[in-house]
């Protein structure tokens, strides 16, 4: 009897285990799908000649749809304009980007082509879209006043 009341316990326990797998398996959203949904938060075309000197900061969090995750969704960013060009952008929140080379890169594909429409960096689309619309963010409100 002590036997059958052990297996019949784990036997419960194996089934709650069993549900939050499953539910946690349902709830998992796809690289596809999570492709889409960072597809439909855009990215303006920043005509960066608009923009009168300084230096402006913005930060974006990406908001993630149930069962998506990523390590960094919220970024930080400093953005230099002179003489109607982005000279210098400097990530100042996570930390960790700021001596990445994959970053760095980013951000000097972004000052080469004086535009935010290049590509994110290869295994972190969400803090790449994040990254962009930080800079993005930071210098929307002098294109605005400009007008």
Aim: hydrophobic share 45%; aromatic share 6%; with cysteine.
């Amino acid at each position: 009897m002590r036997y059958r009341n052990k297996a019949r316990g784990l036997g419960l326990v194996g089934a709650a285990i069993a549900m939050i797998g499953l539910s946690s398996l349902i709830s998992c959203m796809t690289a596809s799908d999570l492709s889409v949904y960072l597809a439909s938060i855009p990215v303006s075309n920043i005509d960066f000649s608009r923009i009168p000197d300084g230096s402006y900061s913005g930060s974006y969090t990406v908001k993630l749809p149930a069962g998506a995750s990523a390590a960094h969704p919220s970024v930080s960013v400093t953005a230099r304009i002179v003489s109607g060009k982005a000279q210098a952008i400097e990530i100042v929140d996570p930390a960790s980007f700021m001596d990445s080379s994959d970053w760095q890169s980013l951000i000097s594909r972004v000052l080469d082509a004086q535009s935010l429409q290049v590509d994110a960096v290869s295994g972190a689309s969400v803090s790449s879209k994040a990254f962009f619309k930080a800079v993005e963010t930071a210098i929307a409100p002098p294109i605005q006043a400009k007008r």
